[in-house]
């Protein structure tokens, strides 16, 4: 436990590496069997509908967007529950990272399902809510000014509800107490944490865009014909969210892990519970 102090700015976002390289092959499994999943889903129960919506007959202005959504809902409702499924390897993966930087019994995938399951049926609601304030957050940003919007309004909403998914799996709270209890675990934190979220967006993004990079660069080669290019980027895409997603999460616990050691001490309740 003597790890367990505040940590720098530059800690926050090196040690999650560290720790994802030291249970790289545990994570990677459980973004697999989770992941991999609800991602063929939404590719095949989504992205299809999403191709016939007449996205090019609406203009991505204050009154176009809206409109789009608010006509075609289903799409982007399906969208945002499938979404949600990704509190499954984010709740394993949480009780991997937490057990390995509180010294406890390390997990396996079979270990971290069995103990997390339950926790992540609970924790839908929240990543849920999660999901639809992303998806606001993103037509803010599309519209006009949206960006003062969110960053002056949603931001300090992000940061309230960052440490959702992990207070349910690791403390066993329900939704509604977990958003209180991150409200107050963020609040006087909440810049370091902006930073952190901006870390893991730009992790995230390369994680989709070198797909496309790499389809651009095949496009290039004659010989590579467009199915070739296409099964290339998409096990590209694949690749890349399974392994880089498990950065965002590491980084998430611990900054959990941090915050609560600033807050309270983090007494050895919280590795009690880590060991069961």
Known sequence: MAWLRPLTSSELLDVPFKLMRARWGTLTLLHLLFGAPVLL?????????????????????????????????WPFV???????????????????????VLDAAPLGVRQAVAVTWRRALTAL????????????????????????????????????????????????????????????????LRMRLAANAFCSMVVLFVAHVLPILLQVLLGFLAEVNEA????????????MIVCL??????SRVLAYLEARVRKEGLDLQMAVEARR
């Open 78 to 100: 399906g969208a945002l529950a499938l979404g949600a499924l990704h509190a499954f390897p984010q709740a394993a993966a949480a009780r991997v990272i937490a057990n390995q």
């Open 41 to 73: 889903l939404q590719i095949v129960l989504v992205l299809p509908w999403l191709t016939r919506l007449p996205l090019w007959s609406f203009n991505l202005t204050l009154t176009g967007l809206p409109t789009l959504v608010f006509t075609q809902p």
């Open 125 to 188: 609601p929240a990543a849920l809510l999660l999901r639809l304030l992303e998806a606001a957050a993103l037509l803010a940003w599309l519209l006009p000014f949206g960006w003062l919007l969110s960053i002056f309004a949603g931001l300090p909403i992000l940061c309230m509800l960052s440490f959702a998914l992990e207070v349910v799996v690791l403390e066993g709270a329900s939704p509604w107490r977990a958003l209180r209890r991150s409200a107050a675990l963020t609040q006087g």
């Open 228 to 239: 070739t290019q296409t099964v290339l980027a998409f096990g590209t895409l694949a690749t």
């Open 245 to 250: 997603s498990s950065w965002p999460t590491c």
